[in-house]
C-alpha cells in the first residue's frame, strides 16, 4: 500500500502563495505518477498537475499554468511532491488532494487526506 499525508494548506489574500507538500510511503517502488487534484463543493474534481515518477516533467490544468509549479524528489523510503501556487485566486479555493497511481493502473489508485487552501480577502 502507499499511504499519501499532504500539509501546507491554508488562508491567503488574492495574489499571495501557499506551497503543499505532499510525502508518499509505504511500496513506493510501484508508483509511477503523482498527481495533486483540487474539489470544490458542487464541481468537478480537477487534476492540476501530475508528474511521472521519476525526473518526469510535470503536466498541469490550463486553469494553473504559469502560476502553478510541481516539483517531485525521489527519495530512499518515500517520495515527495510540492505544489508551488502563487499568484492565488479566490477560484483556487479548494480541498486539495494528493495522489498516487501504482504503475499499470489506469486510475489514481491511493488518495491522501486533503488538505485546504482559502483565497479571499
Known amino acids: 500500500q502507499v499511504q499519501l499525508r499532504e500539509s501546507g494548506g491554508g488562508s491567503v489574500q488574492p495574489g499571495g502563495s501557499l506551497r503543499l507538500s505532499c510525502e508518499a510511503t509505504g511500496t513506493t517502488h510501484s508508483v509511477c505518477y503523482m498527481s495533486w487534484f483540487r474539489q470544490t463543493p458542487g464541481k468537478e474534481s480537477e487534476r492540476v498537475a501530475m508528474?511521472?515518477?521519476?525526473?518526469?516533467?510535470?503536466?498541469?490544468a490550463d486553469s494553473v499554468k504559469g502560476r502553478f509549479v510541481a516539483s517531485q524528489t525521489v527519495g530512499n523510503k518515500a517520495l515527495y511532491l510540492s505544489l508551488q501556487m502563487d499568484s492565488l485566486k479566490p477560484e483556487d479555493t479548494a480541498s486539495y488532494y494528493c495522489?498516487?497511481?501504482?504503475?499499470?493502473?489506469?486510475?489514481?489508485?491511493?488518495w491522501g487526506q486533503g488538505t485546504q487552501v482559502a483565497v479571499s480577502s
Open positions: 495522489t498516487a497511481r501504482r504503475c499499470g493502473a489506469v486510475q489514481d489508485t491511493d
Open positions: 508528474a511521472s515518477i521519476p525526473n518526469g516533467n510535470p503536466t498541469y
